[in-house]
């Protein structure tokens, strides 16, 4: 049906943003100038959790 068909589509973009975003963080996150433990943690906890862990990277995380 058209609405499952919909639905598909914004999954398949929610999913290409979070990747995006995903990269942004662990781009970033290994630009900072945090030590080398806690950028290896927050590439964990990105790469373990794609979603939430953007969420707490954007909350918390190293920035630039």
């Given at each position: 049906?058209?609405?499952?068909?919909?639905?598909?589509?914004m999954?398949?973009?929610?999913?290409?943003?979070?990747?995006?975003?995903?990269?942004?963080?662990?781009?970033v996150?290994?630009?900072?100038?945090?030590?080398?433990?806690?950028?290896?943690?927050?590439?964990?906890?990105?790469?373990?959790?794609?979603?939430?862990?953007?969420?707490?990277?954007l909350?918390?995380?190293?920035?630039?």
């Amino acid at each position: 049906t058209r609405r499952s068909s919909d639905l598909k589509h914004m999954g398949s973009i929610l999913g290409l943003v979070v990747l995006v975003g995903d990269i942004y963080a662990i781009v970033v996150t290994i630009q900072s100038k945090v030590s080398t433990g806690r950028k290896v943690l927050w590439i964990f906890l990105v790469l373990l959790l794609p979603f939430q862990g953007l969420i707490l990277w954007l909350i918390g995380g190293p920035k630039k």
